[in-house]
């Protein structure tokens, strides 16, 4: 029975590697080399800085620590560690070319799936369920949003193009909220097996009763905050956030625009109307607290986030995903870059929680008012500078996922998170109220 399990491990770990480096390939190969290595935005790193990283960091871990294989490159890690140089200043140094990147980073997948084939899953931690080749599939899957991000910043003609999500099939009947009575769930987790550290470990929480919207914010709900005078009321806002729409002017989400008293945004290449139904997207974590606060309600902790998600009253557990515990599939979430939008509010009710919430999963990032920080009992694993460095009050929780990140990156407990003013992100909300 083990070497079947460790079988059935060693396949999954092999897809997961496969679909992102398609995604990568796609996100990739549908620009030039010109556009791969210029600088789409000073927030971002050039798309061909994000290819060779992913290959780096693949190096690193599954080459040079598991495999115990020597450096390939030790004269570019530096360039490519995330720690050493901002995003800003990346364009000027000498990184690989895009044929020189593409040919790294292919030649290191060849040797981690020889190196997948060889070595015996369990024994180190790092090796436990494979856990090392499903953190290095994360990571990619998470550089592969972040790549999406590069592309919606990009200007000129849209690069890319995908099918239109479902439309929503019982919108008018669903609450506008659903209650979650009081008491203990179980949050976070400590068997899922490539749960990451700041997932990591389960315990137990108390959370006073609290309503929760069915469904994130849409666009034509915030256009009614914009329209009320949202952005020109000091009283809405947190004062880093005031102060930050004075800066900078804000009047409505990141890539919106009025034109001849319609709202138009751009969505990668393509300038369209603001469709009313939809989540609205590109908003910031002061954005989201402001529009809350005008709601005479306020953002969900996670801790309330998570259990409107997961918590299963009838079994007195929490599931890994709000329908259930297998996996995402296409009638259950919006993810995985299929579709290049979220689905209107109502969508997926095959993938509504027992609290009756649903999208929570896929469609857009969904801040809460939690700061980052670590469970009880965390331990950095395997490396500080994923989670433990990020930890504090400078850091927002967003939780759930977006139309832009993989199933792999992605469930019930699995835990983002950026900066308070951060809205080139795939990001949205939903609101909540105590009972
Ligand atoms: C978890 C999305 C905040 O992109 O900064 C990628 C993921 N960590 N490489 C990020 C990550 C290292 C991380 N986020
Ligand atoms: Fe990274």
């Known amino acids: ?60 871990w599954l080459l040079r620590d598991v495999g115990g294989r020597e450096a390939m490159r030790p004269d570019i890690d530096g360039l490519y560690d995330a720690f050493e140089h901002p995003r800003a200043a990346r364009p000027s140094l000498p ?45 990619e899957q998470q550089h592969d949003e972040t790549m999406l991000i590069t592309h919606q910043l990009r200007t000129g003609p849209a690069a890319l193009s995908a099918p239109e999500p479902p439309g929503a099939t019982d919108a008018a009947a669903l609450p ?55 952005y020109t009321e000091q009283r809405w806002w947190a004062p880093e956030g005031w102060a930050m729409v004075r800066e900078h002017e804000l009047k409505a989400p990141l890539f919106w625009h009025r034109d001849a008293g319609q709202w138009l945004r751009r969505r990668f290449g393509v300038t369209e109307p603001v469709p009313a139904d939809e989540p609205v997207l590109h908003v910031s974590w002061y954005e989201a607290d402001a529009y809350a606060r005008w709601a005479g309600r306020r953002l969900p902790t996670e801790a309330e986030w998570e259990k409107a998600a997961r918590h299963d009253p009838a079994a007195g557990r929490s599931r890994r995903y709000p329908w259930g515990d297998e996996d995402p ?15 209107p509010a109502g969508a997926y009710a095959a993938g509504r929680s027992p609290s009756g919430a649903g999208q929570l999963i896929g469609d857009v990032w969904e801040w809460t008012s939690s700061d980052f920080l670590p469970y009880p009992g965390f331990a950095p694993f395997p490396y500080r500078e994923y989670s433990e460095v990020f930890f504090g009050p400078g850091h927002k929780v967003l939780r759930g996922g977006s139309f832009a990140v993989d199933a792999v990156a992605c469930r019930g407990t699995f835990r983002n998170w950026d900066l308070p003013v951060r809205r080139q992100i795939f990001s949205g909300f939903r609101t909540a109220r105590d009972a």
Request: overall charge negative.
């Open 1 to 60: 029975a083990d070497t079947q399990d460790a079988e059935v491990l060693r396949e999954r770990a092999v897809a997961a590697l496969l679909t992102a480096r398609e995604r990568t390939t796609l996100l990739t190969d549908s620009v030039d080399d010109h556009e791969l290595t210029a600088q789409h935005s000073p927030l971002m790193s050039p798309l061909v800085w994000d290819l060779a990283h992913i290959g780096n960091q693949e190096e690193l």
């Open 95 to 139: 990184l690989l070319a895009p044929a020189e990147a593409r040919s790294y980073a292919a030649e290191v997948r060849g040797r981690a799936l020889d190196v997948l084939g060889s070595t015996p899953l369990g024994g180190r931690p790092l090796l436990r369920s494979g856990f090392a080749f499903g953190m290095i599939a994360q990571h």
């Open 176 to 230: 506008a909220e659903v209650l979650v009575p009081g008491g203990t769930f179980t949050m976070g987790t400590s068997t899922e097996p490539w749960a990451l550290d700041n997932e990591r470990p389960a315990h137990r929480r108390e959370v006073p009763g609290f309503l929760i919207d069915t469904a994130p914010v849409t666009c034509a709900a915030y256009r009614a905050f914009i329209e009320d005078g949202g």
């Open 329 to 343: 599939t296409p009638e259950r979430a919006n993810l995985g870059q299929r579709h290049l939008r979220p689905a």
